[in-house]
């Protein structure tokens, strides 16, 4: 299977403090995306980094990409209770198109 | 001003019976997707258009028939609804591949 894990699969944090997120894949990647998803509604693209990037910034967001582990993650700094939601990671593959694979997703608690 | 949107919001229905749903983006955007995320909140795609071509068709049952009448409308006929169809259909577009994608809020089918 192609599809990416998160990790932690919940983290349960402070409003206040940093909350990282951890994504793996299995094969190569044009692109890799997070999206948010609140609790009964849909995903909300919230970054996208190319292939070719490492580091990409977006507001309190910082994603940073491993193209040699294969692996990504998502720093959300200064938490806030309206973070509380699921996050995804989701990669678009070579030759895929632009299919998605999305990850197993981590649901992040921001409590006040 | 809804730039994803899909009908109806909640389905419940009996097995055996056949359902669309539907799906409009204003976004003006080339593609749209048809994702389904189980209980266990794992999303995974289903179809792909491109223009009004089909472009990705993932292992779903000949029951499941996507259609699209124009760019801005994907609608998914489900046919024989079996209760493992119970599940969440997010409809989403993108503007090209390689882009994000805007999904919809989501239509939560539970079958009987």
């Known amino acids: 299977s192609q599809q990416g894990e998160e990790d932690p699969q919940a983290l349960s944090i402070q409003e206040g403090e940093n909350a990282t997120m951890n994504c793996s894949y299995k094969?190569?990647?044009?692109?890799l995306q997070w999206y948010r998803q609140n609790s009964g509604r849909g995903l909300v693209h919230l970054i996208l980094?190319?292939?070719?990037?490492r580091e990409k910034h977006s507001g309190r967001l910082r994603v940073t990409l491993d193209t040699s582990k294969k692996s990504s993650s998502l720093l959300i700094t200064a938490s806030r209770a309206a973070d509380t939601a699921s996050y995804f990671c989701?990669?678009?593959?070579?030759?895929?198109?632009?299919?998605?694979?999305f990850g197993t997703g981590t649901q992040l608690k921001v409590e006040l | 001003d809804t730039a994803v949107s899909q009908t109806p919001k909640y389905l419940v229905t009996q097995m055996g019976n056949d359902k669309s749903i539907k799906c409009e983006q204003n976004?003006?955007?080339?593609?749209m997707y048809w994702y389904k995320q189980d209980s266990k909140k794992f999303l995974k795609i289903m179809f792909s258009?491109?223009?009004?071509?089909?472009?990705i068709n993932e292992t779903v049952p000949n029951r499941f028939s996507p259609k699209s009448p124009d760019k801005a409308h994907l609608n998914l006929h489900i046919n024989s609804l079996e209760l493992g169809d119970s599940a969440v259909y997010f409809c989403?577009?993108?503007?090209?591949?390689?882009?994000?994608?805007?999904f919809g809020p989501g239509t939560r089918l539970t079958v009987t």
């Open positions: 989403a577009s993108s503007r090209d591949y390689g882009r994000s994608q805007y």
């Open positions: 094969t190569s990647i044009n692109n």
């Open positions: 258009y491109n223009n009004k071509e089909l472009i």
């Open positions: 989701a990669t678009g593959f070579t030759g895929g198109g632009n299919k998605l694979t």
């Open positions: 980094i190319r292939s070719n990037e």
């Open positions: 976004l003006g955007h080339d593609t």
